[in-house]
C-alpha cells in the first residue's frame, strides 16, 4: 500500500523564522490534504492541493504539491505563537471519509 | 451550522470492560469516520461509515466494532479492552469525494 513520510517529526522555531515541513508519498497522488492539530484539541482542515504543481497561500502559510504529485509541502513565514501544534498531511484512501495520516510536524515556538 | 459532536468526552475503564462512543455528525454529512490517535501510532483510521454501511475499515481487530443509525449518528464499541486502546478517538464528518473531514473534539478513553 502507499507511504507516506513526513519530515521534520519535530521543528522548534525562534518567532519571526520561517520554516518548511515536507509530505512524501510512495506513490502518485489524486490529491493531499493538510490538517492542523493545536495541542489538546483535534486536527483541523487547512488546504486541499488537487494540481501538479499547484501552490495555495493562506496569510503566512504556503502549500506546494509537487509536480510528479508525490510530494507537497508547507512553508510558514514569519512564525507566530499561533502557529503551534501539529501539522499533518493526508493522503486520500479509496473511500471519502478514509484518509492516512502522515506522522505530524510537531511545531513549537518560543517568543 | 453547528460542528461534529462526540460524547461522552472523557472515559475510565478497566480491562476487560467494552466501551460505546457516540459521534453526531455535521448536519448534512452521511460519511462518518472514525480514528485512533496515540502518541505511538499516531492517527489511524478504524473505519467509515455511509448511509448506515460500513465502507471502509482500518487495520484493527474485530473487538472494534460501530454502527451508524439513519440519522447519520454513528457509535462505534470496543469489547474487552485493552491497556493499549487508551487513545483519543477522533471521529469525523465529510459531505463529499475528496471534501475535507471536519473532526470533533475526541473521546480520551483511558483504560486502567
Known amino acids: 500500500g502507499q507511504q507516506v513520510m513526513q519530515i521534520p517529526q519535530y521543528q522548534h522555531v525562534q518567532e519571526g523564522e520561517d520554516f518548511t515541513t515536507y509530505c512524501n508519498s510512495s506513490?502518485?497522488?489524486?490529491?493531499i490534504q493538510w490538517y492542523k492539530q493545536r495541542p489538546g484539541g483535534h486536527p483541523v482542515f487547512l488546504i486541499q492541493l488537487v494540481k501538479s504543481g499547484e501552490v495555495k497561500k493562506q496569510k503566512r502559510l504556503t502549500f506546494q504539491f509537487g509536480e510528479a504529485k508525490k510530494n507537497s509541502s508547507l512553508h510558514i513565514t514569519a512564525t507566530q505563537t499561533t502557529d503551534v501544534g501539529t501539522y499533518f498531511c493526508?493522503?486520500?484512501?479509496?473511500?471519502?471519509?478514509?484518509?492516512?495520516f502522515g506522522a505530524g510536524t510537531q511545531v513549537v515556538v518560543t517568543p | 451550522k453547528a460542528g461534529v459532536t462526540q460524547t461522552p468526552r472523557y472515559l475510565i475503564k478497566t480491562r476487560g470492560q467494552q466501551v460505546t462512543l457516540s459521534c453526531s455528525p455535521i448536519?448534512?454529512?452521511?460519511?462518518v469516520s472514525w480514528y485512533q490517535q496515540t502518541p505511538g501510532q499516531g492517527l489511524q483510521f478504524l473505519f467509515e461509515y455511509f448511509s448506515e454501511t460500513q465502507r471502509n475499515k482500518g487495520n484493527f481487530p474485530g473487538r472494534f466494532s460501530g454502527r451508524q443509525f439513519s440519522n447519520s449518528r454513528s457509535e462505534m464499541n470496543v469489547s474487552t479492552l485493552e491497556l493499549g486502546d487508551s487513545a483519543l478517538y477522533l471521529c469525523a464528518s465529510s459531505n463529499g469525494p475528496a471534501n475535507e473531514q471536519f473532526f470533533g473534539p475526541g473521546t480520551r478513553l483511558t483504560v486502567l
Open positions: 448536519s448534512g454529512h452521511r460519511s
Open positions: 506513490t502518485t497522488l489524486s490529491n
Open positions: 493526508t493522503l486520500p484512501g479509496d473511500s471519502w471519509g478514509k484518509l492516512q
